[in-house]
């Protein structure tokens, strides 16, 4: 079993940034791939980033491409989700979640997932 908790979320202004963080326990964490995903009021989860075990490999999703950095520290058991010029848009709920591999985008294919951290944006 993984537990998986987010950290990080909050209220900000458009073009503000925020750091999640997503702390795992209960498996060797470095043996799986990351992911965050978010959800809007009324919408699916969807797929914001990913990264491989190492960390060498990243994947994001075309609305976040160059304003979101994914990072993890294996030894810290602990994955990152830098958000910068953030937009209204943005506005959810951000879920971590684990993998077997990091290209993976859908809600499916991920099998541990944290409660979630909301973030909202105002305008």
């Known amino acids: 079993q993984v537990q998986l908790v987010e950290s990080g979320g909050g209220l900000v202004q458009a073009g503000d940034s925020l750091r999640l963080s997503c702390t795992s326990s209960g498996r060797t964490f470095s043996n799986s791939a990351m992911g965050w995903f978010r959800q809007a009021p009324g919408k699916e989860r969807e797929f914001v980033a990913s990264i491989s075990r190492s960390g060498g490999d990243t994947y994001y999703a075309d609305s976040v491409k160059g304003r979101f950095t994914i990072s993890r520290d294996n030894a810290k058991n602990t994955v990152y989700l830098q958000m910068n010029s953030l937009k209204p848009s943005d506005t959810a709920v951000y879920h971590c979640?684990?993998?077997?591999?990091?290209?993976?985008?859908?809600?499916?294919?991920?099998?541990?997932w944290g409660q979630g951290t909301q973030v909202t944006v105002s305008s």
């Open positions: 979640a684990t993998a077997r591999l990091a290209f993976f985008r859908t809600v499916a294919e991920y099998d541990f």
